[in-house]
């Protein structure tokens, strides 16, 4: 089986909610292509300021002297 057509199949399975609406609604407009599926979803559910957000707080990751890794992370987790 095709990777694509794997994720394909799988996708709707790991979709709740809002989610789960969107794909049932719009499965049809993406003409049975997953890239197109993909990006349109990316598009609707991950938005580009919020990406660049949580991509500046990786970045910015900080453990302090004397921190531990598990300490540092429930801070950043926060």
Same mark, same amino acid.
């Given at each position: 089986?095709?990777?694509?057509?794997?994720?394909?199949?799988?996708?709707?399975?790991? *979709?709740?909610?809002?989610?789960?609406?969107?794909?049932?609604?719009?499965?049809?407009?993406?003409?049975? #292509?997953? #890239? %197109? *599926?993909?990006? #349109?979803?990316?598009? %609707?559910?991950?938005?580009?300021?919020?990406?660049?957000?949580?991509?500046?707080? %990786? %970045?910015?990751?900080?453990? *302090?002297?004397?921190?531990?890794?598990?300490?540092?992370?429930?801070?950043?987790?926060?």
């Amino acid at each position: 089986m095709a990777d694509k057509t794997l994720r394909w199949k799988l996708f709707p399975f790991s *979709l709740t909610g809002r989610a789960k609406k969107w794909y049932n609604h719009h499965v049809g407009n993406s003409q049975g #292509d997953w #890239d %197109i *599926l993909r990006k #349109d979803f990316y598009l %609707i559910f991950f938005l580009v300021e919020k990406v660049a957000k949580l991509r500046f707080e %990786i %970045i910015g990751f900080k453990q *302090l002297d004397n921190q531990s890794l598990g300490k540092a992370w429930h801070h950043f987790d926060l």
